[in-house]
């Protein structure tokens, strides 16, 4: 999906739900503990209360949206770790696929290795007639380079 790749704006974006959640609550304190005789231009604000109230409402709103926000990134970092370990199983696999491939290729190398020594030492009608079986067993399977 392309709603979970990576974009660099959505780190800016996570920082806002915080950021606001604390100026609004700076805001909704001085509000609520000071008036005009400690700050002058809150005699501006006819009813400081009620801004306060609002403010205070805005701020549990923007608490919902934090929650959501940190949410989603806990689930997408829960996600990513999931994509690396499937991703380092399936090398895991492969990699073990690879030595058993290899492995089977040796045995038959050396089968085909034995089976042409003792051909060569005991050139007798039981050993011509493995080599043959053995030929047909390699173009069977595709691993031939040997032909009769």
Do not use: C
């Amino acid at each position: 999906m392309n709603l979970f790749r990576y974009q660099p704006w959505v780190n800016l974006l996570t920082l806002l739900p915080g950021t606001s959640l604390t100026l609004l609550t700076i805001a909704v304190a001085f509000l609520r503990f000071y008036n005009e005789e400690d700050f002058y231009f809150l005699g501006y604000l006819a009813q400081p209360r009620v801004w306060s109230n609002r403010l205070t409402v805005a701020a549990l709103l923007v608490a919902v949206v934090n929650i959501g926000v940190e949410w989603n990134l806990r689930n997408r970092e829960t996600d990513r770790l999931a994509q690396e370990e499937q991703r380092r199983t399936e090398k895991e696999q492969r990699a073990t696929e690879a030595r058993e491939r290899a492995a089977r290729r040796a045995r038959i190398q050396n089968r085909w290795i034995i089976l042409q020594i003792q051909h060569q030492l005991a050139p007798r009608e039981e050993t011509r007639a493995a080599l043959g079986d053995f030929v047909v067993f390699l173009q069977e399977y595709g691993e031939s380079g040997v032909e009769e």
